[in-house]
């Protein structure tokens, strides 16, 4: 009596269920940021990696792609919070598109690694899962950071009234552009960032030039 049948899940105690799911991500991450393609990132590798029974990881998460999207939702919450913290300190919604554009590229320079898996590892289903709507997917947060300073300078009439949408989406095509390229030839003259950037809003989306 008072024996536990053989087989029983034992019950985490309050808390324990958060922190692993907190060591899956965290190894996921890391499994990822080291190189570790997201068709190698099988649930049973990230168990071992964890140290724990492959079934524990499906208490947390139904499958790879799950798996996945909570990684990536979470480096593009850094990478958003990256924004709005160099937006913060920024006067004018042209010095605020500016800092958001130079911090952008800042992120990808400093964190090498977590930007690789926003933007290298692919993984992500063109459509979103079911319950997951478009507006949930992945990296929604820092497009609508940039949208929202370019907004700003429509409004401000420091820009031309475009189609906010299509112009952010060939911003941060632009700025991604740049990361890839300065990744792949860094032996090229590159400018200074600020001149690239400087140069990207005046001939992309029409920002005055700065005095």
């Not at 499958?63 to 480096?75: P, Q, S």
């Not at 919450?77 to 160099?86: C, G, H, I, M, N």
């Not at 907004?151 to 632009?174: K, N």
Request: net charge positive.
């Amino acid at each position: 009596m008072g024996e536990r049948p053989a087989g029983a899940r034992v019950r985490n105690r309050r808390g324990e269920g958060d922190r692993l799911r907190r060591q899956l991500l965290d190894a996921a991450g890391r499994l990822l940021e080291q190189g570790v393609g997201h068709e190698a990132l099988s649930l049973r590798a990230l168990a071992r990696e964890v140290g724990i029974a492959t079934t524990s990881v499906y208490l947390h998460f139904a499958d790879r792609t799950e798996l996945l999207i909570a990684v990536y939702k979470e480096r593009f919450v850094e990478l958003s919070r990256f924004l709005d913290e160099a937006i913060a300190g920024a006067d004018g919604p042209a010095e605020r598109l500016r800092a958001c554009c130079l911090a952008y590229e800042r992120f990808a320079l400093e964190r090498p690694n977590a930007y690789r898996v926003l933007f290298e590892v692919a993984g992500t289903p063109s459509e979103p899962p079911p319950g997951l709507s478009r507006d949930q997917l992945p990296g929604v947060e820092a497009f609508g950071t940039v949208q929202r300073c370019l907004e700003a300078c429509v409004d401000a009439r420091l820009v031309p009234r475009t189609d906010l949408f299509v112009a952010t989406t060939c911003l941060l095509a632009a700025l991604h552009g740049l990361v890839a390229l300065r990744a792949s030839r860094p032996s090229f003259p590159w400018p200074p960032t600020a001149v690239l950037v400087d140069h990207l809003l005046t001939s992309q989306v029409g920002l005055r030039a700065r005095g």
